[in-house]
Each structure stands twice: as C-alpha cells, then as structure tokens.
C-alpha cells in the first residue's frame, strides 16, 4: 500500500468516508438484472470484445476508451463488462459506459475506499460488472459483498464480479454493433491509475421477426365549418374535415330564449382530406321557428368528434345564430 501525507482535501474526504462507514445503512440493494431468453424464432450469440491497450489515467482528469463491436446480433439480450484498472486511490474513479446508441449505465462512482487496486491489479485480474452478480445480502448491513456501493473492500483485493451502481440492463434490446466507449474519471487530485484493459461480454439474438409497430395515439386533426347565420325552420348545415379516416359524429343543442332544443344526433365516414356534409335538425323545430320569429334570440352549439381505426379521438365545437 502507498504511504504518503495527505492534502489538507483528501484528509477531509477520507474522514468523512470514514463516518459513513461507521453507519450500518438499511437500504434495500438495487434490483438485480437478468438475461432474457431469445425471443422465439430468434438465433442467439455469445461474442466477446476486448480492449487491450492500457491507458494512463489523467489525475484529476477524464479518461476515454472505445471499443468497436462488430459482427453481433442486432438485438442485445444481455451484457457483462470487465474492467482492470489499477489505482493507488480506488475512490478517486467515476466510471461510465456508453453504448452506441448512446444509452449511458454508471459502473462505479467514489467507492473502494482508500484502498489500492480494488478495481485491479494490472496483471489480468479485474472487475467483472455484472448486473446478476449481487447474492441477495440481508436487511439490514453494513456492507453487502457484490454491491458495487456497500462492498467491505480490502487493500489490494480486487472483488469480482460486482454489480454496477446502475443497470446494465438499460442497453437491453438495443443494436449493439459499433462504438462502446468507457469513459473513467479520475476526480481528486494525488493518486494516479492505469485502464489496462477492458472487455464487453455481449449475448445477442438475429434472425428475429420485425417487431410489431408502434400503437398509433395520434388523433385525428379535425376541422368543422358551416355559415354563422342560418334558418331557425330548416336543418344546421356543416361541413367537416379529418386529416385521417374516421368517424365522425354530431350532435348539440339550440337555446332560444330560456328554452332549449336539442340537435338530433348524425354520423358519417369521413376519408382523409375530404369533406363530409352533415345536417343537423332541431327537435320541436315548429316551436322553435315560432320562438325566433317572436324575436328569441337562438344559438345552436354543435359538437362534432372523430374518431379514427385506432381508438383515437379528437372534438370540435361550432356555434351557429338561427334567424
């Protein structure tokens, strides 16, 4: 282990990590993940890919390294990452991976301590991130063996496997062939590492069928239109107009005065972009006419809907003066 005086900084954050060590934490783990089967009529692969150019780590600094997956399913089912990173201050490494569709999973953030090496030891022994590798620890711990947060780490020994802060399941059902990038923070100053090598551990599945299209859940753009002013003694003329195939329907009210009419209802088809022409006709119409010529102010209120094949549904309203 490295022996050297601490900077008035990592002295602060060590005693802090210290204090919450000292605290048995009753958090349920996170939920493990888990490798589906293929879906039917699919064909499944296991193919591994590897990294095997050691980087420098940056103190105090990020750190990128990109990996080319080819050749695999299209549809990812599962995925395991191995890291070897070297580190005489293990809590100084963030680490994320990002996928080539740019889905980003934390690994690690700040944890291991003081310790060196718990992420590994340059010499082919690492860490294998693997979103099953928690064995179901009791509640409640003070440290919980294959979390990556709650593991009880030791100076130069490397855990494996350790399930990752965040799921790597998040890139299930994604494309994995093209660019993987790990991308490894070192966040204090005072203590450098090495990425010596990284793998992807990749299960894919092809030859699947398509699958379904998305639900449409989209309504039907609807417009309604008529002339502002019409007979009182004859049916209400509208026209309406839907962006899609749907049905359409209408139906409202007519008040004069402090009486009220109501609209006999009517539907249609109506196809994309065309108009339909519907007539909508008061009941008691005769009194109504007699309301209006005695000079009763009467306003119909026509509310149309359609509705398309898949459920969807969009209203208009139209307001028309009955003379």
């Not at 490397?158 to 790990?182: C, M, Q, R």
């Not at 699958?211 to 609807?222: F, G, I, R, S």
């Not at 239109?225 to 007519?254: C, F, L, M, Y």
């Not at 010529?293 to 549904?313: L, P």
Request: proline share 9%.
């Amino acid at each position: 282990m490295r022996v050297s005086a601490m900077s008035p900084a990592r002295a602060g954050r060590f005693f802090a990590l210290a204090c919450a060590a000292a605290v048995a934490v009753a958090l349920p783990a996170p939920a493990s993940g888990f490798a589906p089967p293929a879906p039917p009529a699919c064909t499944a692969k296991a193919q591994t890919a590897l990294n095997p150019t050691p980087l420098s780590l940056a103190d105090n600094a990020v750190t990128s390294s990109t990996l080319v997956v080819s050749g695999a399913g299209p549809w990812l089912a599962d995925v395991d990452v191995f890291t070897d990173i070297p580190h005489v201050w293990s809590a100084d490494i963030d680490m994320t991976l990002t996928s080539p569709a740019g889905t980003i999973v934390t690994l690690t953030t700040d944890n291991g301590w003081e310790h060196d090496n718990v992420f590994g030891d340059g010499a082919g022994n690492g860490t294998l991130w693997d979103d099953d590798a928690n064995p179901g620890g009791q509640l409640p711990y003070g440290t919980n063996p294959g979390l990556a947060t709650d593991h009880p780490y030791a100076n130069d020994v490397v855990p494996s496997p350790l399930v990752p802060e965040e799921a790597l399941a998040a890139f299930i059902g994604e494309d994995p062939n093209g660019s993987w990038t790990l991308t490894v923070s070192d966040d204090s100053g005072g203590g450098t590492g090495t990425l010596d090598s990284w793998r992807l551990d990749l299960e894919t599945t092809s030859g699947c069928p398509a699958p379904p299209p998305a639900p449409d859940t989209t309504a039907p753009k609807l417009t309604v239109t008529g002339k502002k002013r019409q007979r009182a003694g004859k049916p209400i003329k509208i026209k309406v107009t839907t962006d899609e195939n749907a049905a359409v329907a209408a139906g409202g009210k007519v008040k004069a005065g402090k009486a009220g009419f109501k609209l006999r209802g009517v539907s249609d088809r109506a196809a994309a972009g065309e108009a339909v022409k519907l007539k909508l006709k008061p009941r008691r119409a005769k009194k109504l006419k007699k309301l209006v010529a005695e000079g009763q102010k009467a306003t119909a209120t026509i509310q149309v809907t359609a509705t398309d094949a898949s459920g969807n549904s969009s209203s208009a309203k139209l307001k028309v003066r009955l003379r």
